[in-house]
């Protein structure tokens, strides 16, 4: 009996010893039990840049809206088919999901790190603030995407169902919370550094962005009476603290040689081994027609000329030009913001009477030199282009959004997001749909299937608020 109770003392030792052994070994000691807010930054700015940038159609059919680029054999996203992906849905939730989430938990965790003896506070409220601009910066696009969107309850755990905001009023808010963070930088101090891939930390840099931001976002409301004075006041607010001046001063990510954290067009275009965009022929031939000296930039060449496909049928790949090879390298950049689309903002200030200095041809030729050195070419080749009376600003066809607009459309070719948006506001280029388009070319994206399925009170009352769910609802500030 006594070497029965022995042996069962020390089978249960041995138990026990085994199940702590084998708890230890259900740990995963590679993985960190927290991340640091910096990392979840770095993560939200790349979700964020990749969104914008990606040609990957069930994310982003910008380019093909914009008639940039268009479809080889597939061609449903060429004619505005947006539900059999459910393109709305995915946008969606790249925004809210992967990169607004991630920046509000990246200011917790920075703000619930104690600081080290050593830590500037300083720097931790550069930081804080630099999350906030890119929060505005995120909000700006969801709104001019679909109008009414969840925000004063968005992101919060215990809301399932959450209102929509009026757009109108959440762009006036993302105002006052710009110059909120603004008003808390310090450039004196740094920030997040080498993990910052916007701008490396610079905090400078970040206040010109914010300005830069400022402006777009003010004038997008220009065509509303409401908001003259408003539009007027935060132009020239902008203006007065200093916005991007030159291309060194572009807002433009950087992306490594390796996956997966390439360029997603290398992704898209080289490492799927798809092919299955080409150039559209409404760019390519209005380059053509003006002799543009961005076309190497942009295409290369079939048989010695540049040629576009079709928008909305099938093309053959093999007969037409292609994405050029510079854009398909994986370290090249992922531009959201550069020194072109400031001047041509201000070429567009100066036509609408705001006192922002210079004449409107002035910062429109500055805004196509400077997207034309941007992508490879020269001062000389600037001015021969600026110098045909078809671009020229006193003898280009149109009016001031006409010239401005086509011009705009042009530079901003690897902007497929911005393009859309400034399009809308200066309806030029006159973009025809394909003869096989499901709608009117869009000036919206439609509110997310699932938004019907689980938050359908809330959904039909802000698609009733804005004129109904569809692709042809013009935006709040969207009028003309």
């Not at 990606?54 to 680029?69: A, C, E, G, K, P």
């Not at 275009?269 to 053509?288: E, H, I, K, Q």
């Not at 006159?430 to 070319?441: K, R």
Request: hydrophobic fraction near 40%; glycine fraction near 6%.
């Amino acid at each position: 009996m006594i070497m029965k109770k022995i042996l069962a003392i020390i089978f249960s030792v041995f138990i026990i010893f085994s199940c702590t052994d084998l708890e230890d070994l259900n740990e995963n000691t590679k993985d960190p039990a927290a991340v640091p807010g910096e990392s979840l930054f770095t993560s939200a700015q790349k979700q964020l840049v990749d969104q914008l940038v990606s040609s990957n159609v069930n994310y982003n059919i910008f380019r093909l809206i914009m008639q940039y680029w268009t479809e080889v054999t597939y061609t449903d996203e060429s004619n505005y088919d947006l539900v059999t992906r459910t393109i709305p849905e995915q946008h969606w939730e790249e925004l809210y999901r992967d990169v607004l989430k991630d920046l509000m938990e990246a200011e917790k965790v920075i703000l619930e790190t104690p600081l080290l003896p050593s830590d500037d506070p300083e720097v931790r409220t550069n930081k804080l603030a630099i999350i906030e601009i890119m929060n505005v910066y995120t909000w700006s696009i969801l709104v001019e995407t679909f109008g009414d969107v969840p925000y004063s309850q968005a992101l919060d755990i215990e809301i399932l169902n959450p209102v929509y905001n009026d757009g109108l009023t959440i762009y006036k808010d993302l105002f006052t919370r710009l110059d909120a963070a603004m008003a808390e930088i310090d450039p004196v101090f740094g920030s997040f550094g080498v993990v910052d891939n916007l701008y490396q930390g610079d905090v400078t840099m970040w206040l010109k962005f914010a300005n830069s931001l400022k402006l777009r976002m003010a004038l997008l409301l220009a065509d509303i009476p409401t908001e003259e004075t408003f539009v007027e006041t935060t132009v020239l607010d902008a203006l007065a603290d200093g916005m991007i001046t030159s291309n060194l001063e572009n807002a433009t990510f950087s992306y490594l040689g390796y996956q997966p954290n390439t360029n997603p067009l290398y992704v898209d275009l080289v490492a799927s081994g798809r092919y299955d965009f080409v150039p559209s022929m409404t760019l390519v031939d209005t380059m053509n027609n003006w002799n543009d000296p961005r076309r190497p930039y942009y295409y290369t060449m079939y048989e010695g000329a540049y040629v576009g496909g079709e928008n909305g049928v099938e093309n053959n790949y093999s007969s037409l030009s292609h994405p050029a090879d510079g854009i398909k390298i994986p370290t090249f950049e992922g531009d959201i913001f550069d020194y072109a689309e400031v001047e041509f903002l201000l070429a567009e200030a100066v036509e609408r009477g705001i006192a922002v200095g210079g004449t409107a041809e002035q910062h429109y030729n500055n805004a196509i030199t400077a997207s034309i050195l941007f992508w490879g070419g020269t001062v000389a080749d600037a001015t021969t282009y600026l110098a045909q009376p078809e671009v020229a600003y006193t003898t280009a066809i149109g009016d001031w959004k006409q010239k401005i607009g086509t011009q705009k459309w042009i530079a901003l070719y690897n902007r497929g997001f911005e393009a859309w948006t400034c399009w809308r506001m200066l309806d030029h280029p006159v973009l025809v749909a394909p003869p096989d388009a499901v709608s009117v070319t869009p000036v919206r994206l439609t509110y997310p299937i699932i938004e019907q399925t689980l938050n359908g009170i809330n959904y039909q009352n802000a698609s009733d608020a804005i004129g109904g769910d569809d692709v042809g609802t013009h935006l709040f500030w969207d009028l003309n």
